[in-house]
C-alpha cells in the first residue's frame, strides 16, 4: 500500500514540475524596464542594498516605500538587442516604466505603469502592459506594511490575449545593526495573489505549452545590510530568494553597490534561476548586471531636491543584451535635523 501512494504522489509531482514552463524571462520580467532594477540597486523585497526604493520596488515587496518623506517620480526605458538573431526571428525588444510615490501623513501612496515587449525568440514573454498600485505604512518604529493591487493584459505571438488581476502584500524590518553588518533589513512578500493570464506563447521548453506566468502566490524573502564604510565610500549588498508555485523553481537575486558621498551608486546584480539554467542550458545562464547612477541637487519650483539619472545593462540569456536609462526625480529634501523645542 505504501509503495502505491509513494508511486502516485511521484506521479503527480512529476506531472505538476513538468507542467510549469514559462517563457524565458517571464517570472522576473518587471526588472527589465528600469536602470536601478536592472542592476540590482531596487529589485530586492529588502529595498536593494543602500535602500534605494523606487516607485517599480513595490512590484517585489509593497511595504518599501512606507517611510518615504517626499515625492518621487521617475521615467525609463530599455531597449533589448538580439545579438544573436537567428533566421525568422525579432532583432529586438523594449520596455517602459513609470511611476510615483506620494507619502501623506496617513501612509504612503505609490503607482507604476510598465510595458515589457519581447517577441524575440530567446525571451518570448510576447506585450505586456502592468499596472500596480498600493499603499504602505510604517506601523512601528521599526516594522512597514504594504499591500498593492495591480492590472497586467498580455498579447501573444497570434495575437491571443489574456489578463491577470490580484494582489500582493509584503513586509520590511529594520533590524538596525548585527555584528560588521550596519543597517540590517529584512523584508518579505507574497506576491500575484489573483487570477493569472492564460494565454499561449513559448515556454522554457518549446516543446511543451506555457504555462500562466508569473505563478500566483509566489512567495519572496530578501535581506540587505552595509557591508563596511570608509570614509565617503559605503560597501553595501542585498540578497533574494523567490520561489514561484514553491517547490517548481528557486530563483536567486544578488547586488552589491558601492557608493561615493551618497552622490555616485555603482551597482553589479546577477539572477540565477533554477529552472531556466536546467531547462535553458547554456541560453539559461544571464551575465552580471552593471548599473551607475549620480544624484544632482537642482531647484524645482522653491525646493530644494535631487535629479538622479541612471544606466544599466546586462546580457541577458540567449544572446539579449539589455541597455537601460532613465531618471528619477525626488521633489524636495529629506529632513535628517532632530526635532525643535522653543520655549517662550
Not at 518599501?64 to 517620480?73: G, M, Q, V
Not at 525588444?93 to 510615483?100: D, I, M, P, R, Y
Not at 523553481?249 to 539554467?277: H, M, P
Request: overall charge negative; charged content about 20%; glycine content about 12%.
Amino acid at each position: 500500500m505504501k509503495k502505491i501512494i509513494m508511486a502516485a504522489a511521484v506521479a503527480v509531482s512529476s506531472a505538476v514540475l513538468f507542467a510549469y514552463n514559462p517563457p524565458m524571462g517571464g517570472e522576473e520580467f518587471f526588472r527589465l524596464a528600469n536602470p536601478e532594477m536592472l542592476s540590482g540597486a531596487s529589485s530586492s523585497a529588502a529595498g536593494g542594498p543602500s535602500f534605494n526604493v523606487i516607485p517599480a520596488s513595490i512590484t517585489y515587496n509593497p511595504a518599501l516605500p512606507a517611510n518615504s518623506e517626499i515625492i518621487t517620480f521617475d521615467l525609463s526605458g530599455t531597449l533589448m538587442i538580439n545579438c544573436d538573431k537567428k533566421d525568422g526571428d525579432k532583432s529586438t525588444g523594449s520596455a517602459f516604466e513609470t511611476g510615483v510615490i506620494i507619502p501623506t501623513k496617513f501612509a504612503a501612496f505609490t503607482a507604476t505603469t510598465s510595458g515589457v515587449f519581447s517577441e524575440m525568440i530567446g525571451m518570448p514573454v510576447g506585450k505586456i502592459w502592468d499596472v500596480h498600485a498600493g499603499a504602505s505604512k510604517d506601523i512601528l518604529d521599526w516594522l512597514s506594511v504594504g499591500a498593492n493591487f495591480y492590472y497586467r493584459s498580455y498579447r501573444g505571438f497570434d495575437m491571443d490575449s489574456s489578463y491577470a488581476i490580484g494582489a500582493d502584500v509584503g513586509a520590511l524590518a529594520r533590524v538596525g545593526d548585527f555584528g560588521f553588518l550596519k543597517d540590517v533589513r529584512l523584508g518579505a512578500a507574497v506576491l500575484n495573489m489573483g487570477k493569472p493570464a492564460d494565454f499561449k506563447t513559448g515556454g522554457i521548453d518549446k516543446k511543451e505549452e506555457c504555462s500562466k506566468y508569473p505563478t500566483i502566490f509566489t512567495p519572496r524573502a530578501g535581506v540587505a545590510a552595509q557591508l563596511f564604510e570608509a570614509g565617503d565610500w559605503i560597501g553595501s549588498f542585498s540578497a533574494d530568494v523567490c520561489m514561484p508555485t514553491y517547490v517548481k523553481n528557486f530563483i536567486t537575486d544578488l547586488a552589491f553597490e558601492v557608493s561615493y558621498a551618497e552622490k555616485l551608486k555603482i551597482n553589479l546584480g546577477w539572477q540565477y534561476n533554477l529552472r531556466e539554467c536546467v531547462e535553458g542550458g547554456s541560453d539559461g545562464i544571464s551575465s552580471c548586471s552593471v548599473g551607475v547612477s549620480y544624484k544632482f541637487g537642482t531647484k524645482i519650483g522653491s525646493k530644494e531636491s535631487s535629479i538622479t539619472p541612471a544606466m544599466a545593462t546586462q546580457y541577458l540569456y540567449s544572446g539579449i543584451l539589455a541597455l537601460s536609462g532613465g531618471a528619477r526625480v525626488d521633489l524636495g529634501q529629506k529632513d535628517t535635523s532632530g526635532a525643535e523645542i522653543e520655549m517662550w
